[in-house]
């Protein structure tokens, strides 16, 4: 049974920074791309990043580059992703999610999703 499970979310004051954790099991964790999504109330599901099999290659929305960072450990079959100078924006419930292609924008094409973890941010 596949699993992904997230962790590391809170409460944070604007400007300050959170590191989202993401826990896989139950599948080749290196075959999988992995990617982090966010949904606020009300809104649609957004790409935020997503790294290849190899951590070689990563991508970032517009929305969050410069500010987070998407990183991978196979060997712990982990993906975190740190996020700096967080805005009230930001505030979600963040999700990651693996697929084995490269459509990494597309969420319809990911096989495996979390259950999510929740980021609230304040000014």
């Known amino acids: 049974q596949v ?12 400007g300050g920074s959170l590191r989202l954790s993401c826990e896989a099991s139950g ?6 791309l992995v990617g982090w999504f966010r949904q606020a109330p009300g809104k649609e599901r957004e790409f935020v990043a997503a790294i290849t099999w190899s951590g070689g290659s990563t991508w970032y929305a517009d ?8 990183s991978r450990d196979n060997a712990k079959n982990t993906v975190w992703l740190q996020m700096n100078s967080l805005k009230p924006e930001d505030q979600a419930v963040y999700l990651c999610a693996a697929q084995a292609g490269l459509r990494v924008g597309v969420p319809e094409k990911y096989e495996y ?5 929740q980021v609230s941010v304040f000014s």
């Open 3 to 14: 699993q992904l499970v997230e962790s590391g979310g809170g409460l944070v004051q604007a």
């Open 27 to 32: 599948l080749t964790f290196s075959s999988y």
């Open 63 to 70: 929305s969050v580059k410069e500010r987070f960072t998407i």
């Open 113 to 117: 999703w979390g259950q999510g973890t």
